[in-house]
Each structure stands twice: as structure tokens, then as C-alpha cells.
């Protein structure tokens, strides 16, 4: 069973910088996205930016230009830098992996992000 430990997140005022970081517990070799979904309270979680063990990116349109994904295969952690964070970008955000092959899918325990207006 594969773990995802997240960290960062936290409280910051509008217009400010997270970074969070998410790192798997074992290697995964077959094709995978690694990325970060988010839910605010009273509605659906939703995509904010995944990347493909390729390299691939896939984002929402509300954090292009904003947010940055990265992932280091090596370490087996994806990283999210959130900038010009948004009071509208509070939620849990989840780390994801989605190992395509396989069909089977590992979320992280969630961590806070809150924007101060």
C-alpha cells in the first residue's frame, strides 16, 4: 500500500506564497500522474494541477499562471508552488496518485490552505 505524506500549507493573506509537497512511500514504475486536488467546504473536489511521470501537465483554469506543479521522480514527490494565493483557493488540498496501469488510485490524509482576505 503505498503512503502519501504531504506537507505545507497553512495560513497566508491574499496576494502571498505556499509551497506543499507530497512524497510517495515507494517508487511506482508504470505510468502515473502525481498531483494535487483541493475541496472547500460545501463543494466538490476538484482538479487543481496533476503531472504525468512524462512530464505532462494538466491544470484548472483558475490556477494557471498562479500555481506551479513540479515532481522530482527520483525523490518520488511532486511539489506545488501557489502564488498570488486568492481568498478563493481556501481548502484541503490532497495529494493524488494515480498509477493509470494499474487502475488504482492513492490519496493523501488532506492539508489546510486558508487565504486571509
Known amino acids: 500500500q503505498v503512503q502519501l505524506v504531504e506537507s505545507g500549507g497553512g495560513l497566508v493573506q491574499a496576494g502571498g506564497s505556499l509551497r506543499l509537497s507530497c512524497a510517495a512511500s515507494?517508487?511506482?514504475?508504470?505510468?502515473?500522474?502525481m498531483g494535487w486536488y483541493r475541496q472547500a467546504p460545501g463543494k466538490q473536489r476538484e482538479l487543481v494541477a496533476v503531472?504525468?511521470?512524462?512530464?505532462?501537465?494538466t491544470s484548472a483554469d483558475s490556477v494557471k499562471g498562479r500555481f506551479t506543479i513540479s515532481r522530482d521522480n527520483v525523490k518520488n514527490t511532486v511539489y506545488l508552488h501557489m502564488n498570488n494565493l486568492k481568498p478563493e483557493d481556501t481548502a484541503v488540498y490532497y495529494c493524488?496518485?494515480?498509477?493509470?496501469?494499474?487502475?488504482?488510485?492513492?490519496w493523501g490524509q488532506g492539508t489546510q490552505v486558508t487565504v486571509s482576505s
Open positions: 493524488n496518485l494515480d498509477v493509470v496501469t494499474a487502475r488504482v488510485a492513492y
Open positions: 515507494e517508487t511506482i514504475f508504470s505510468f502515473n500522474t
Open positions: 503531472i504525468s511521470s512524462g512530464g505532462r501537465i
